[in-house]
């Protein structure tokens, strides 16, 4: 089992930058494939982006390609998700998720666990 806090949620201006952290409990972060998805008022949670157990393989949302960047660091059980050049579309309550089997990470029913999600607003 792994337990899932993210942080480094706020509020920023369009065209700002944010980044989000997932820290992780456990000692084998590594063995979970992980992903970060986000859900905007009135909206269905959606996929944003995901990194393989190694972090050699990376997928993204078309929305976020080229703006956001997700990482992770295996000493540090955690993992980021920098978000540049933020637009008003981008507020949502991000949420970290983690998985120890599924090779399908932009999938959010895949995950076992979730964290509580951190909120981020950029305002126009």
């Known amino acids: 089992q792994v337990q899932l806090v993210e942080s480094g949620g706020g509020l920023v201006q369009a065209g700002g930058s944010l980044r989000l952290s997932c820290a992780a409990s456990?000692?084998?972060?590594?063995?979970?494939?992980m992903g970060w998805f986000r859900q905007a008022p009135g909206k269905e949670r959606e996929f944003v982006a995901a990194i393989s157990r190694s972090g050699g393989t990376t997928y993204y949302a078309d929305s976020v390609k080229g703006r956001f960047t997700i990482s992770r660091d295996n000493a540090k059980n955690t993992v980021y998700l920098q978000m540049n050049s933020l637009k008003p579309e981008d507020t949502a309550v991000y949420y970290c998720?983690?998985?120890?089997?599924?090779?399908?990470?932009?999938?959010?029913?895949?995950?076992?666990?979730w964290g509580q999600g951190t909120q981020v607003t950029v305002s126009s």
């Open positions: 456990g000692r084998t972060f590594s063995s979970y494939g």
């Open positions: 998720a983690a998985d120890l089997k599924t090779t399908r990470l932009w999938v959010a029913t895949e995950y076992d666990y």
